[in-house]
């Protein structure tokens, strides 16, 4: 049995498990709740996905609603865009990031935009899972950060969870909302164990303060949040106290909460695997200038990916920001 | 308006040729020793993978004789074949360098170190469905430049199912483009068989729809594929694109990482026969000279072994290096803090 997070005698809600194992849960209990959803893409069914992700569905619910479907990324969002239009609530996948851009024509021409084009009488519910970002040492196209490229897109809702409580329960709310929401989930964190308590998701909205501190903020999301929890840890050893914000959620973004925490520190450090020009640092900073310009100690730090093509698995330390360049960027807004 | 009838004339039957063929002794053993550096490098590869030298492999068992049969009949002087992540009988039978092609594979850099134009393959790529159209565009630039090459383009029965696939049958046909088409179809797409991804079991017949002459082969005979592919290349340079579908069998797993028991039976695995390098070995019927065709892949692969573990150290710069041909202050700029605070300077 698990630990539990409850007082002795109290009936235990949470349950110790792997992001693998609570998304899994999470579909498990939704498609066994909703008879209008449906999970779908290449090798999903017998094999339970490349990451296992959706094993034992097909098993349990059947290949008409587990469904394998052939190789073809546009195909199924083209198929998931149809099926949203009959009023089905679908659970697409494509197998990785990268694979998500032959998909891009359905996606952004099509489904993004649905709801706009009918005037809100054909909503294009469904959530995408993508399997995202890197440190995994995979080959190219299988770790790719295209989070900005998705919040670009007038009408696509993002997430990323980041342990496995928040996939839980942000897999079960994206399906309850009426847009289309793309879903992140860093492959790099899918074995890492923790708890879930499921009769209570928190606040599913908004940011999340992932480490409390008064000295700077670090503003980050998904795999990369570990990071900047333990560089807070370090840096607490110093005496410098960190706040680490988990945005979870990438569009629509927590204003109010970025905000309160950057107005506390005065300081702010973006952390993100996608590349630099035009990622989300950037429309983060803009934010934090307009809404606290002059009430910030130091212009906003960015720390993130390189603009170049997420490299082979050699060289994917010196690409994705870790403890040490994090520690910089801390140590430039700090001296500022 | 007049309606026509209901199929367009049925296009050119190039296979089996009215005469048959015979493959000469002397080519069949040069076919088998590419095909036993393949096997060998499967073999090896997979072991490197355990030993942790690899972070990942997609071994081609079983796929000897369609790649090195299909890539023996290019003409390197004016031909370029597309090829995908599983196709290392091809570079085997262009005799491009396996150490530059491991790298891909060893995580060194994506797409290995070869270069195109010399060793007539595009670089490794995993968007599967890709190469098809790429190889109409080049296969059209030669038509204007009246080079007489072809492009031979390679992707598997799961790849058949993108649209860019079903593009390059059109674009090509719809401009007459010298390109081949060679599908292999092993029957699976990882865990997806055959009847789940290909509706009819054959893309060959959907060439008849794109007005393309097809054919249809045993893909574990070497020398079949050898000859048919010569005939398709030499029509394709004459008149248009053709499609090959090699029919064969993914005897090894998806990649390294892939446990086949969770979707196939061993069972099915023992139906299958003689591997394509069984059979070219009992064509050539010749013991001594096969064991040494097996000694010379063993240290071929041995050196690629060697050339592997000799430390090649990409550096960091590279990565900064080769996004552009003229590098942006922006890139310039990053790769500067990445010295500093990486201390490389
Ligand atoms: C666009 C795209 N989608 C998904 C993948 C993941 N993937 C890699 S290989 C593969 C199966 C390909 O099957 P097939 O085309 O038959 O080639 P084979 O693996 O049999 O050689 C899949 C789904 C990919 N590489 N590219
Ligand atoms: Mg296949």
Same mark, same amino acid.
């Given at each position: ?16 498990? %792997? ?28 094999? $339970? ?6 094993? $034992? ?74 399997? %995202? ?73 908004? %940011? ?129 | ?30 076919? /088998?020793?590419?095909?036993? *550096? ?6 090896? /590869? ?108 390679? +992707? ?26 060679? *599908? ?7 865990? @997806? ?31 079949? *594929? ?21 029919? @064969? ?15 196939? @039976? ?28 097996? /000694?010379?892949?063993?240290? /071929? *692969? ?19 290096? +080769?996004?552009?041909?003229?590098? @942006? ?17």
């Amino acid at each position: 049995m698990t630990e539990t997070l409850v007082p002795q005698g109290a009936v235990p809600t949470a349950q110790s498990l %792997s992001t693998q194992q609570a998304l899994n849960r999470a579909m498990r209990d939704i498609l066994a709740s909703d008879p209008k959803s449906l999970v779908f893409g290449e090798d999903v069914g017998k094999l $339970g996905g490349v990451f296992r992700v959706t094993d $034992g569905l097909q098993a349990e619910f059947g290949a008409e609603r587990v469904i394998d479907t052939p190789l073809a990324e546009s195909g199924i969002l083209g198929m998931a865009a149809g099926l949203a239009m009959a009023g089905y609530r679908p659970i697409p996948e494509v197998q990785f990031d990268g694979f998500a851009y032959p998909a891009m024509n359905q996606l952004i021409s099509q489904i993004a935009r649905t709801n706009y084009r009918t005037r809100g009488t054909m909503p294009m519910q469904m959530v995408l899972r993508i399997p %995202s970002y890197g440190g995994i040492r995979a080959p190219e196209l299988h770790g790719e950060s295209i989070e900005s490229t998705l919040a670009h897109v007038p009408g696509l809702k993002v997430v990323s969870p980041s342990n496995p409580h928040q996939a839980y329960h942000l897999l079960r709310k994206a399906h309850e909302m009426p847009d289309p929401v793309m879903f992140m989930e860093p492959k790099s964190r899918y074995w890492n164990r923790g708890d879930v308590d499921f009769d209570n998701p928190g606040d599913l909205a908004g %940011s999340l303060v992932a480490h409390e501190g008064e000295d700077l903020t670090i503003i980050t999301w998904g795999a990369m949040v570990a990071k900047a929890v333990e560089v807070a840890e370090l840096a607490a050893e110093d005496e410098v106290s960190i706040e680490v914000i988990d945005a979870r959620w990438l569009k629509p973004l927590d204003e109010e909460g970025l905000v309160a925490s950057v107005a506390k520190t005065g300081r702010a450090v973006v952390v993100h695997e996608a590349p630099r020009t035009a990622g989300l640092g950037a429309e983060i900073g803009q934010l934090l200038t307009e809404r606290l310009w002059g009430r910030m100690q130091a212009p906003v730090e960015r720390v993130t990916g390189y603009d170049v093509p997420t490299p082979a698995g050699d060289l994917e330390d010196e690409y994705i920001p870790g403890i040490d360049r994090i520690l910089f960027g801390v140590q430039r807004s700090l001296e500022y | 308006m007049t309606v026509p009838p209901i199929a367009s004339p049925a296009p050119e039957h190039l296979w089996p040729p009215q005469i048959p063929i015979e493959t000469p002794a002397d080519t069949l053993r040069a076919l /088998a020793r590419h095909m036993l *550096v393949s096997r060998t490098l499967d073999v090896e /590869a997979v072991r490197w993978q355990r030993q942790g030298i690899l972070p990942a492999f997609p071994p081609a068992f079983g796929q000897e004789a369609a790649q090195v049969g299909s890539a023996f009949a290019l003409d390197k002087t004016r031909d370029m074949a597309f090829i995908t992540y599983r196709d290392h009988g091809v570079i085997a039978a262009l005799e491009s360098d396996l150490t530059d092609y491991m790298g891909s594979h060893l995580a060194l850099w994506n797409g290995g170190f070869a270069d195109p134009n010399e060793a007539r393959h595009t670089p490794l790529q995993a968007v599967v469905g890709s190469t098809g159209i790429q190889a109409m565009g080049w296969a059209y630039a030669q038509k204007l430049e009246g080079s007489g090459g072809a492009a031979l383009a390679y +992707f598997g029965d799961g790849a058949s199912s993108q649209g860019d696939v079903h593009e390059a049958f059109n674009f090509a046909s719809v401009m007459e483009a010298p390109v081949v088409f060679f *599908v292999q179809n092993n029957q699976w797409s990882l865990s @997806t068989p055959l009847h789940l991804q290909v509706a009819g079991g054959s893309i060959a017949d959907r060439a008849a729809g794109y007005a393309m002459p097809s054919i249809k082969i045993d893909g574990d005979d070497v020398a079949e *594929v050898f000859e048919a592919t010569r005939v398709a290349l030499d029509y394709a340079r004459e008149h248009g694109p053709v499609v090959i579908e090699a029919f @064969t069998y993914r005897r090894g797993p998806h990649a390294t990482s892939d446990d086949p028991s969770r979707y196939r @039976t061993l069972e099915e695995e023992r139906m299958l026969g003689p591997d394509p390098v069984d059979r070219v070995k009992d064509a050539i019927a010749d013991d001594s000279w096969w064991q040494r065709a097996t /000694a010379d892949a063993e240290e /071929a *692969v041995a050196a690629v072994r060697e050339g592997m573990t000799r430390p090649r150290y990409v550096h960091g710069d590279e990565m900064f290096d +080769f996004v552009f041909q003229e590098k @942006t202050p922006q890139i310039a700029a990053q790769q500067q803090q990445w010295r500093e605070e990486t201390d490389r300077d």
